[in-house]
């Protein structure tokens, strides 16, 4: 490109990124099944494919320029700014860093690292002596690391959407449940009743409000009360 504000082919500044934050991950997740390896294989790729485009070669800039200068002509699209898409099509031009969707990709990439990280402990310190995880994080939810992952490709998609990503992202998404589907059928084949009561207890992907345990103690009170005074109806 001989555009004088063109911001990109950073190759280097690809990978290291790219590097940086697959390391990062690496060290809140700690890889150590096939599947664990399987699953932050998938989240590398979906990294590599966004730093590639945000310092490398902005392809979806690229294959959308001429209807994203036809409906915003006063956007300098080759400028590095300018691959915030949402930032800039919504109109918050001054300093995208600073702009509702990049904030908003802050909260969910935080989330996701602290229940990736919040996650691993719990899980790994069960699986040393072979019992199931459900201390933590794992009291609200079954799969938090899978949740994590997913919250942190949301944010990075808030932060700087491509088309690659955007496809990647619900496929992604889908091996992730697939992936927790398989987990629990083999967790249910060596833990048996004790892991289908957890499945009862604690939801899959979206933590409860409250707990169950708190709902059953009340709806559990107005039935022990009616024992109480049956019990002395029956003395009398």
């Known amino acids: ?38 699953s932050f294989g998938a989240f590398s790729a979906f990294i590599v494919a966004l730093f590639a485009e945000m310092y490398g070669f902005p392809l979806t800039i690229f294959l959308l320029s001429g209807w994203l200068q036809s409906h915003f002509p006063g956007v300098a699209w080759w400028s590095h700014d300018a691959g ?11 300093n995208p860093h600073f702009g509702p969707f990049h904030l908003a990709s802050f909260v969910l990439i935080g989330a996701g690292f602290w229940l990736i990280s919040a996650g691993w402990a719990p ?19 079954r799969h938090p690391q ?18 690659l990503t955007l496809a990647m992202f619900p496929v992604l998404v889908v091996m992730y ?9 083999a ?15 604690v939801p899959a992907f979206v933590p409860r409000l409250t707990s169950r345990t708190a709902r059953t ?9 009616k024992a109480r005074l049956d019990r002395g109806r029956n003395r009398l």
């Open 1 to 38: 490109m001989t555009h004088a504000d063109y911001g990109y082919g950073l190759w280097g500044l690809a990978l290291v990124n790219a590097a940086v934050f697959i390391l990062f991950a690496f060290s809140f997740f700690k890889p150590a099944t096939r599947r664990d390896w399987r």
């Open 84 to 94: 915030h898409l949402l930032e800039m099509m919504f109109g918050w031009r001054v």
């Open 123 to 141: 899980l790994h310190a069960a699986q040393r002596v072979h019992k199931l995880a459900t201390t933590g994080i794992y009291a609200r939810v």
């Open 146 to 163: 899978y949740i994590g992952f997913i919250l942190v490709m949301l944010g990075l998609l808030l932060q700087w959407p491509t088309l």
């Open 177 to 185: 449940i697939r992936l927790a589907r398989h987990e629990e059928k």
């Open 187 to 201: 967790a249910l084949a060596k833990f048996g009743c004790e892991y289908r009561d957890y499945m009862a207890r």
């Open 217 to 225: 103690s009340v709806h559990a009170r107005p039935w022990r009360g």
